[in-house]
C-alpha cells in the first residue's frame, strides 16, 4: 500500500504528540493564577512549534506525492473536511494565542523554551477580545476535529479493515503500529503530569504578633486621680492643696479583622491595571483623640500581589517589578500622626521596598467609635524611586502607583 513520506509521517505525530500536550494543559492555565506562569511559557512555547511544523507539512504536502483517497462520497468528503479543519486549526490556535499575549494590556515577553525571544505582533490593544475569543473557540473546534480524525482512523482500522492507518507508519511493524499512535497518550500523561499542585488556601489578613500588646485603655486622657482633702484649719490660708495629676493612659493598639484589603492601581497607555495584595499583616497604636501617640506598622507579602491575569502576575515576582527573591516584603513604619481634618489623618513615615527606604506618606479616616472603626485611606507612590517596573514591558506604565487599603480594626482589650 503507498504510504505518506518519511518527514511528512514524523511530522504527523510530532504534531499528533504536541496538540495532546496543549489540550491537556490548556483547560487548566486559566484556574492556576500566577503559579501557571512558567506553564503558560511552555504552552507558548510548544504553540508555536506547532505552528512552524504545521507550516513545514503543508510544504512537505505539496512538495511529496500523498496516496490516493481510498473513501468517496459523504465520507470521504467528510474525511477531507476534517483534515481541512485541522489545519486551520493548528494555524489558527497558535497564531489567536501569539495575538493575545501581543495584544495584553502588560506585554509579557516570551521565550520559546526559555531561550529564544518571541516578538510581539504589531496589533492594537482593541484586538485583545477578539483574539481571546478567538483562541478559546478555535480550541473547542479544534478538540473537536482532533477526536473525530481519531474516531474516523480507528473506523477504518477496526471496521472497515482497509489498511489505511498503514500509510501513516513507516513499514509494516505492529510495533510502530502501537508506539506511535502511544505518543498521542504520552503528550495528555506528560501535560497532566506537570500541572502544578493545588494552591492551599490563603489565610486572612491579621495583626502582626511581634508588637506587644499594649494595655488595655479608654481612647481619652485618663482622669485626674482623687484630689487630696483640704488641709487642716491650721495651715497658712487654709488652702486646698491638689495631688500632681496621674500621667495619661498608654495608647491603645489595635488588632486588625479579616476581610480587609490593600490595592493598587496604575495606568497604562490610556488604561489601568489594577490589583491587590492577598497577605499583609499590620501593628497599629494610636490614640485617635492623640495622633501623635500612633506607632504603626505594615507588612506586605508581595509574592501574593495580583491583577488577575497569570501572564501579568507571572511578571510581578520579577526583578523588573518586586523582585520577590531578594525582598520578599514591603513595610511602611511611622511614629505619629497629625490630624488633618474631622475624623481625618495624615501619617509621614518610611517606606522599604525592594531594598529601597523612602519617606512615604498616607492619608486615612476612622469612622465609628468604642472599640471597632472603621479605617480606608489612599497613598501615591512613585514607582521609579524604589525601582519598580524597570524593563521594556513598563515603558507605558504611570510613574505614580496609587496605593487604597480599608480594614475595621477592634481595640485588644
Known amino acids: 500500500m503507498p504510504r505518506y513520506s518519511l518527514v511528512a509521517i514524523i511530522l504527523h505525530w510530532a504534531?499528533?504528540?504536541?496538540?495532546?500536550?496543549?489540550?491537556?494543559?490548556?483547560?487548566?492555565?486559566?484556574d492556576l493564577g500566577a503559579r501557571g506562569f512558567a506553564l503558560y511559557q511552555w504552552h507558548k512555547s510548544v504553540g508555536i512549534t506547532i505552528l512552524g511544523l504545521t507550516l513545514l507539512r503543508i510544504v512537505v504536502r505539496y512538495w511529496k506525492p500523498r496516496p490516493a483517497k481510498l473513501e468517496g462520497g459523504w465520507q470521504g468528503a467528510l474525511a477531507s473536511g476534517v483534515h481541512f479543519g485541522l489545519y486551520a486549526f493548528m494555524l489558527g490556535a497558535p497564531l489567536s494565542g501569539w495575538a493575545l499575549?501581543?495584544?495584553?494590556?502588560?506585554?509579557?515577553?516570551?521565550?520559546?523554551?526559555?531561550?529564544?525571544?518571541?516578538?510581539?505582533?504589531?496589533?492594537?490593544?482593541?484586538?485583545?477580545?477578539?483574539?481571546?475569543?478567538?483562541?478559546?473557540?478555535?480550541?473547542?473546534?479544534?478538540?473537536?476535529?482532533?477526536?473525530?480524525?481519531?474516531?474516523?482512523?480507528?473506523?477504518?482500522?477496526?471496521?472497515?479493515?482497509?489498511?489505511?492507518?498503514?500509510?501513516?507508519?513507516?513499514?509494516r511493524s505492529t510495533a510502530l503500529l502501537i508506539i506511535l499512535p502511544a505518543l498521542m497518550l504520552l503528550g495528555l500523561v506528560v501535560g497532566k503530569a506537570i500541572l502544578p499542585a493545588p494552591a492551599a488556601k490563603v489565610a486572612a489578613p491579621v495583626a502582626a504578633s511581634e508588637t506587644p500588646q499594649a494595655p488595655a485603655a479608654s481612647e481619652n486622657i485618663a482622669e485626674p486621680a482623687n484630689v487630696a482633702a483640704p488641709a487642716p484649719d491650721i495651715a497658712a490660708a487654709n488652702v486646698t492643696e491638689a495631688a500632681p495629676e496621674a500621667p495619661p493612659?498608654?495608647?491603645?493598639?489595635?488588632?486588625?479583622?479579616?476581610?480587609?484589603?490593600?490595592?493598587?492601581?496604575?495606568?497604562?497607555?490610556?488604561?489601568?491595571?489594577?490589583?491587590?495584595?492577598?497577605?499583609?499583616?499590620?501593628?497599629?497604636?494610636?490614640?485617635?483623640?492623640?495622633?501623635?501617640t500612633a506607632d504603626i506598622k505594615v507588612t506586605i507579602d508581595m509574592a501574593s500581589a495580583s491583577?488577575?491575569?497569570?501572564?501579568?502576575?507571572?511578571?510581578?515576582?520579577?526583578?523588573?517589578?518586586?523582585?520577590?527573591?531578594?525582598?520578599?516584603?514591603?513595610?511602611?513604619?511611622?511614629?505619629g500622626a497629625e490630624k488633618s481634618g474631622a475624623n481625618a489623618y495624615r501619617a509621614?513615615?518610611?517606606?522599604?521596598?525592594?531594598?529601597?527606604?523612602?519617606?512615604?506618606?498616607?492619608?486615612?479616616?476612622?469612622?465609628?467609635?468604642?472599640?471597632?472603626?472603621?479605617?480606608?485611606?489612599t497613598a501615591t507612590i512613585a514607582r521609579a524611586a524604589f525601582g519598580v517596573g524597570n524593563g521594556e514591558s513598563s515603558g507605558g506604565l504611570a510613574p505614580q502607583v496609587a496605593l487604597t487599603f480599608a480594614f475595621t480594626a477592634k481595640r485588644k482589650d
Open 249 to 292: 493612659a498608654p495608647p491603645p493598639a489595635w488588632t486588625v479583622q479579616p476581610g480587609g484589603t490593600i490595592g493598587f492601581s496604575v495606568g497604562n497607555d490610556g488604561q489601568t491595571i489594577s490589583g491587590s495584595f492577598a497577605k499583609w499583616t499590620a501593628a497599629i497604636v494610636m490614640d485617635p483623640d492623640h495622633p501623635e
Open 101 to 171: 499575549v501581543s495584544t495584553a494590556r502588560v506585554k509579557v515577553p516570551t521565550l520559546l523554551f526559555g531561550v529564544l525571544p518571541l516578538p510581539h505582533l504589531p496589533l492594537p490593544a482593541s484586538a485583545h477580545e477578539l483574539a481571546e475569543g478567538g483562541h478559546g473557540l478555535i480550541a473547542w473546534l479544534g478538540v473537536a476535529l482532533f477526536l473525530l480524525h481519531v474516531a474516523g482512523a480507528l473506523r477504518h482500522h477496526f471496521l472497515i479493515r482497509d489498511g489505511l492507518i498503514w500509510r501513516m507508519i513507516p513499514g
Open 307 to 335: 491583577v488577575g491575569d497569570a501572564y501579568q502576575d507571572g511578571m510581578l515576582p520579577g526583578d523588573e517589578f518586586f523582585a520577590v527573591a531578594a525582598h520578599p516584603t514591603a513595610t511602611f513604619t511611622a511614629k
Open 348 to 377: 509621614t513615615g518610611t517606606l522599604s521596598l525592594k531594598g529601597v527606604a523612602k519617606p512615604q506618606t498616607i492619608r486615612f479616616t476612622l469612622s465609628g467609635d468604642g472599640a471597632t472603626r472603621k479605617v480606608s485611606g
Open 15 to 30: 504534531i499528533a504528540a504536541l496538540l495532546a500536550f496543549q489540550i491537556s494543559v490548556g483547560w487548566a492555565l486559566e
